[in-house]
């Protein structure tokens, strides 16, 4: 036995071992083909868009590298079962709709015939003598292998004519699963986080306020903290007026709701001072009003106003923009009021909008020290 014959049944055996392997390893099939197969093609591979057993349109890309200068002018890829022995179609393959998506093979122009036997025989047309380079040919249009988690095979044969002199041909092969592949499911948990902070004028660089040191077209003159509103020393004629910066960071897939209300002690009224009460403002939530001084003249009754506000121009309710062109609103004890909405998540999560708070009192309102509390709730809907 010499020593050509020795290494040619080496040769053999490491064939059919690898080839052996590729049964049972598809995901190593790429790789082991390109290298054991190639003929004079080099980096030859084939990759699929789709791995799922039976799909149809999918796209089949194939890349490889020429070695010689000879013209090609057809190129053949032969699907099979096997990459020994008579050529097999693997069971479900289509190629009769495929169609060539792209390619950089010089000389195009002939026409390809795509066969039901799983065949894809591209017309080159040229015969001059080309440069070695990377060729990529891609297809789409092909319906995957029917049998799940097997592998297939590509032949691809390059020609010099139509299509029996041939120039290269390599072996490439890809690998099918189930009809769902790789099942993947997730689940997201709910985000939501609700952030009230007051304003200070003449500081005021959060960028959430329309214009700084204002509220909807009213002119800021109290500092507001994130647990307080203190309008100060009331004095006749002279409104004070302080906001919010609300802001809403959710992944709420139908948005949020902001809503106002304040708390009853007993008179109807949002500040109080024993038996004496500031009343709320006679504009309302469907209907706000532009601001105008309480003229009420009888103490405790419109002698005083509180009010609110909101820059939030797409409310969820009513007209959407009512609150505009500075219009202000009472709230209730009761039901409450929205100030803050959005129907859907938040672009990049996050939402923030500034809401106002206004107080005036006229002569007739008696001394004291006022008191009350505001609510402000916050709901994301999922």
């Known amino acids: 036995m010499n020593r050509r014959y020795v290494l040619k049944i080496i040769k053999a055996g490491l064939v059919f071992t690898l080839a052996s392997l590729l049964v049972f390893v598809p995901s190593l099939s790429n790789y082991m083909l390109s290298k054991v197969y190639a003929g004079t093609f080099t980096q030859a591979d084939m990759t699929i868009s789709d791995s799922r057993a039976g799909l149809a349109s999918v796209e089949h890309d194939f ?14 890829i032969i699907y099979c079962t096997s990459t020994t022995g008579a050529c097999s179609t693997p069971a479900g ?22 066969g039901v036997n799983g065949t894809l025989n591209v017309g080159i047309s040229t015969t001059a003598p080309q440069a070695t380079q990377a060729v990529q040919i891609d297809f789409t ?21 139509a299509g029996s002199t041939e120039i290269d041909s390599a072996w490439v092969a890809a690998a099918v699963l189930t009809t769902t ?4 499911t997730a689940s997201i948990g709910p985000t939501f986080s609700f952030i009230v902070a007051g304003v200070i004028p003449g500081s005021d660089s959060s960028g959430i306020g329309d214009v700084v040191d204002q ?11 994130a647990a307080a509103i203190p309008f ?9 007026i302080g906001a919010h910066d609300l802001t809403v960071a959710t992944n709420a897939t139908n948005g949020f709701v902001v809503t106002t209300r304040y708390i009853d002690v007993g008179s109807s009224a949002p500040l109080v001072d024993g038996s004496n009460n500031i009343d709320v403002f006679t504009g309302t939530d469907a209907v706000p009003t532009t601001w105008s001084s309480p003229a009420g003249s009888s103490a405790n009754v419109n002698t005083g106003f509180m ?13 959407t923009n009512r609150f505009t062109s500075n219009k202000w609103a009472g709230q209730e004890n009761v039901t409450v009021k929205e100030v803050f909405y959005n129907g859907t998540a938040p672009a990049g999560g996050t939402e923030s909008e500034r809401i106002g708070w206004q107080a005036e009192v006229n002569a007739l309102q008696p001394a004291g020290n006022y008191t009350g509390t505001v609510i402000l709730v916050a ?3 999922y």
Not at 141 to 153: E, L, R, V
């Open 215 to 225: 509220v909807n077209g009213s002119t800021l003159d109290i500092t507001t903290t």
């Open 141 to 161: 249009g092909i319906t995957n292998p029917s049998t799940a988690d097997t592998s297939f095979y590509a032949h691809i044969i390059t020609y010099s004519d």
């Open 63 to 76: 890349d490889f590298t020429t070695t010689v200068t000879t013209g090609i002018k057809e190129l053949h």
């Open 93 to 114: 393959i289509v190629t009769t709709g495929a169609t060539r998506s792209a390619d950089n093979i010089a000389g195009t122009g002939r026409t390809d015939t795509f």
């Open 232 to 240: 100060g020393t009331l004095s006749t004629g002279d409104a004070n």
């Open 181 to 184: 592949s790789i099942s993947v």
């Open 379 to 381: 709901t994301p809907t």
């Open 307 to 319: 009010g609110y506000t909101t820059e939030d121009v797409t409310l969820g309710t009513g007209t």
